[in-house]
């Protein structure tokens, strides 16, 4: 395997690791700040975050920004306007246990437009990695009882991970047409700014139409929290990622999100590791190896 490929597994498995964490806030905040809110003062603290160090590459790249102009709105309205929009409306209404599941449905959106548009190979090795990595996630959110899955119901909220999954699958092959001339800070800062400022409208009707938000010291944290990790430092990782290694390997990457999520609820809420987290990891992880494997 070449270097730049595991620089760009590591970024991807950086951008994973950190959005783990995503649901986790959005379940803890869906009660306290309206989901629209939220990812509207999400985005203005990436901003405010990433400005000081994007001020420079943007007016260095201002000409090839206002060239690409209608690509950078179509990407950051999909990836910053919608996409994290979706899964706190999700969060609402979803269970958690569902909201995992639709999350890592992802890849396989990922895998199906770079394929119709980029012409990405759809090899046996992936769709064996595909199958084995998926096997991993359901078998680890199911705890080895796959009649669970049968007897999973679906809310409205489910429908909105559901898109959300699939929009993100479009975000990542979109990401991976920046234009050359155009630097990775740059391209998110402006990107973070339009998605930004077309929340605007959205989150005035929501706050015409709430009653109350409760903006406690840890929702405040929390807010900070996703505009630095989630937002400037994961979205850079994971642009940098598919850049590197392209869309449908980084996607693949994707699949270690419930790892993250089981290591982070036994550090967090100290729930316990069992058989069926020995098992399915290695599956997942598995199912990665051999699908992004040249």
Do not use: Q
């Not at 998926?134 to 680890?140: D, F, K, P, R």
């Not at 155009?182 to 800062?189: D, E, G, K, N, R």
């Amino acid at each position: 395997m070449k270097s730049n490929d595991v620089v760009g597994y590591l970024l991807a498995l950086t951008a994973t690791a950190i959005w783990s964490g995503n649901f986790i806030v959005a379940r803890i905040l869906s009660g306290s700040v309206p989901p629209v809110t939220l990812a509207f003062l999400r985005w203005a603290t990436a901003v405010v975050v990433l400005l000081p160090f994007a001020i420079r590459p943007i007016c260095r790249d201002f000409s090839v920004i206002r060239a690409h102009l209608g690509y950078i709105s179509l990407t950051a309205f999909l990836g910053v306007t919608v996409f994290n929009t979706l899964i706190y409306i999700a969060a609402h209404t979803a269970k958690a246990v569902n909201l995992t599941l639709i999350a890592v449905s992802s890849p396989i959106f990922i895998v199906l437009i770079a394929r119709l548009f980029l012409k990405d190979p759809f090899t046996p090795r992936r769709i064996v990695g595909l199958i084995g990595a998926t096997s991993g996630v359901v078998l680890l959110i199911t705890g080895g009882e796959l009649s669970r899955v049968i007897g999973l119901t679906f809310s409205e909220g489910d429908v909105w991970m559901i898109l959300a999954a699939a929009i993100f699958g479009a975000y990542s092959v979109l990401a991976r047409l920046k234009p050359v001339a155009l630097s990775s800070i740059a391209f998110l800062c402006s990107t973070f700014v339009l998605g930004l400022i077309f929340l605007v409208p959205w989150v005035i009707w929501e706050l015409r139409n709430v009653d109350t938000i409760n903006l406690s010291s840890t929702a405040i944290a929390a807010i900070v929290y996703l505009g630095v990790g989630p937002s400037f430092v994961a979205f850079l990782c994971w642009n940098k990622a598919i850049m590197v290694v392209g869309p449908v390997r980084s996607a693949f990457v994707y699949y270690s999100l419930p790892v993250f999520s089981g290591v982070e609820a036994l550090a967090l809420l100290d729930e316990p590791v069992r058989f069926i987290h020995v098992l399915s990891g290695p599956t997942i992880l598995l199912g990665v190896i051999v699908a992004t494997r040249e």
